[in-house]
Structure formats: C-alpha cells, structure tokens
C-alpha cells in the first residue's frame, strides 16, 4: 500500500508541474478511474491546495467539485456522481481549487472520446452532430437580412448616425445623437447558434440559440426599451435618468415589463417551457404584468405561470441559470424531458420519445463544445437510451 501511495505522490507531482512523460500522465490517470484511491487523491489535492493558495483564482471550488465528480466516475462504468450530492469534506475545500489546474488535461481527454457506450447507437447510426457556434441573422430597419456567420470585421451598416460594427463575433452599435426617427433591427439566432451584442447605451446581450432582441439603433431620450424571446442575459449600463425596459412574452401568453435601472439578470421566455422566467444576478429589477408585479433581489428568480400568474422562488443556483452563456450544460435534478429540449436547441435536432417518456432525473455539468454523441453517452449513465434515426434522437427506457 506503502509504495502505492508513494507512486501516486510521484505520478502527482510530476503532473503538476508539467514534467511528467505521457506514459506517467497515462498512468495517472488510470489510477483516477480506478476510483480505489479516492482518499488519497484528496489529501494531495488538499495538500498542494495549502502549498499553493495562489491558484485559488483559476476555478471556483463549485466548478472544481463538479469536474472531480466526473473524473471520478469516468471510465469506470458507475453512475455519474450527481453534482448535488458529491460532497468534498470541509477540510478540503480550500484546496478544491486547484483541482481546474491539476486534471483539466484529463478532463479535456475524457470529452474527446467519441465511443459510445449505448449499442443500440452504434448499430443503427453512424452520424453525428456538432455542439451549435457562434452565428446570427441581422434584421435592419429597411428589412435587409445580414448572415453575421459569415461577415467580416468592420462596419456592417449605416442605420442613421449610427454605425453598426462586427468586431471579434460580436456586434456593437455606435451613436450618439438620437435620429428624429426610431429605427428598430432585430437580432435573432437559430437553433444551433448564439451570440452577442453590445447596444447604444453600452448594455451587454447575449442569446442563446433560437433567441431574438428587437432594439432601437439609439434610445430616446426618455426611456430604453427593447423586446426579447428565447433566453437573454443582460448586463445593463446604468443610467438612472433613463429607465431599461425589457418586454417578454410567456408561454401562456402573458405580456410582462421588466424595469431596470442598472442591473445583471437572465431572461427565459421559450414558448416550450412551463413559464417564463427571470432570474436577477445583481442589482434590482421589478416585473409588471397586467394584474401584478414584483421586485427581485440577487438570488431570486420570478416565473410568469398560467393566467399571468408569478410565484417567486428564492436561492436560485446562479452558476446554473447562466451555465449556457459560460458554455456548459448544467443540470439540477432536470427531468429528461427538460434537458432534451436544451438539446434540441444547441444541437438542431427534433427529439421523439418511444413509448413512455422515461422518469430519470439529471445532474452534472458538461461543455456545450461537445459532440451530440458525447452528451449522449454522459446520459447514457442514467439508464436512458439514445439513438439517432433519420437526423433525429430517438429515447427510450
């Protein structure tokens, strides 16, 4: 046992500081999937986490849990550890950080692979689909359609006085007189696409795939207001004298007014999903509805359910209402039916369900840079079955 751990300690160590050969790497990580010296594998981590608080920075301890969770159960053919109920013990958590340094190269090697472990798969498809990229189509006021997937960098277009600039896959507008009349553009993505712009007044917006924000080329004088579907995350410039507004449309078909003054918040407005919801990050915003209306706090998340009606939820998990923007797919507890139809969004691709939809509950986290077979495998772990048929997934029991 005694040599075990001093070759763990060695192989450790070696791949820390990047001196390690491919062959020690190899075997590193082979003990990892082994899975038979967990223990021990987190008192090095916690003991370089004290030699090392530097690191502190370069992943959350949240994050860094999350990808010890998949390390741990990869390979070995045991369910992946459900982010919620993997526990690192206190003692540990200051250290959690540097497990981004320590195992990010295997993290990474483990989304490479491309088997899968689903026969049923193998048998009946050969295809394959890549996660969704950056692209959007531009609606100007005059109704011309620029595809931004294939534009350059430079000034798109004119729009009055103002200019509009694609620079590094983003769009930002530059005006600064308000034009006698209001020019509206329309940004939107398809499934498969995201992306993200920078308006007049300096608010952030990105979309997520099948999203759309209808905007002024530059706000009037009194107000700033803007119409979004889909899901939006918003980092608004602030500007007490002049009001952000932001008009939704929920499932059931309820208009609401979001009112801003300066804020961070995530929009959800999918005509698939149950309600409408919007999440604040960070400063304060208040939702208006025909027959009722509310103030957000951080942490809070509003929902427009059926008939108009909010109900308030507190302690949202934040890292998981944004995960898309910060490219992964998280999951809490989802339902399958839930997580396909984030699927369907980034990848392009209709979903069906044979027989009964499954009764399985998912949680982890993944890249949204990873092939539809990956994804597919990950949930494989679950007990439910994937195949592709005809440019569609097909799931079963």
Not at 64 to 70: C, Y
Not at 89 to 118: C, H, M, P, Q
Not at 280 to 302: A, C, D, F, R, Y
Not at 327 to 356: C, H, L, P, T
Request: net charge neutral.
């Amino acid at each position: 046992m005694e040599v075990v751990n001093n070759r763990l300690r060695y192989l450790f160590e070696k791949y820390y500081d990047k001196s390690g050969t491919s062959e020690e790497v190899a075997e590193l990580f082979d003990i990892v999937q082994k899975g038979e010296y967990d223990n021990k594998l987190l008192e090095l981590i916690a003991e370089f986490g004290e030699k090392n608080n530097n690191t502190k920075d370069i992943i959350s301890q949240h994050d860094a849990q999350q990808m010890l969770s998949f390390i741990l159960a990869k390979k070995s053919g045991a369910k992946v550890v459900p982010i919620r109920k993997f526990v690192v013990l206190k003692k540990y958590f200051a250290a959690a950080s540097i497990i981004g340094v320590l195992f990010t190269g295997y993290w990474l090697w483990t989304r490479n692979e491309t088997d899968f472990s689903n026969e049923n798969f193998n048998k009946t498809s050969k295809v394959d689909f890549n996660p969704g990229k950056e692209g959007a189509i531009l609606t100007l006021a005059n109704g011309e359609q620029l595809v931004l997937d294939s534009s350059k960098n430079g000034t798109l277009a004119l729009q009055g006085n103002t200019s509009i600039v694609k620079r590094d896959g983003q769009i930002i507008y530059n005006g600064e007189t308000v034009d006698n009349e209001m020019l509206q553009n329309k940004l939107s993505t398809p499934k498969g696409k995201q992306y993200n712009i920078v308006l007049a007044d300096g608010t952030k917006v990105w979309l997520n795939a099948a999203s759309s924000i209808i905007y002024p080329t530059v706000f009037n004088e009194n107000e700033r207001k803007i119409s979004v579907t889909g899901e939006v995350y918003l980092e608004v410039a602030h500007n007490p004298e002049k009001p952000f507004k932001v008009s939704i449309i929920s499932p059931s078909g309820d208009e609401g007014i979001i009112e801003v003054l300066g804020t961070r918040f995530n929009i959800n407005t999918y005509m698939d999903e149950n309600a409408a919801k919007t999440t604040l990050l960070q400063g304060k915003i208040k939702l208006v509805t025909k027959s009722n209306n509310t103030i957000l706090s951080p942490g809070q998340q509003v929902q427009i359910g059926v008939k108009g009606k909010l109900s308030t939820i507190d302690g949202v998990d934040l890292e998981e209402i944004i995960a898309w923007k910060n490219g992964f797919f998280e999951f809490n507890d989802e339902d399958i039916a839930s997580v396909m139809r984030q699927i369907s969004r980034w990848y392009d691709v209709d979903v069906i369900y044979e027989g009964k939809i499954p009764k399985k509950e998912f949680g982890g986290k993944m890249g949204r840079d990873l092939k539809l077979s990956q994804v597919l495998k990950i949930l494989d772990k679950y007990g439910v079955h994937f195949r592709i048929k005809d440019g569609m997934i097909i799931v079963s029991q």
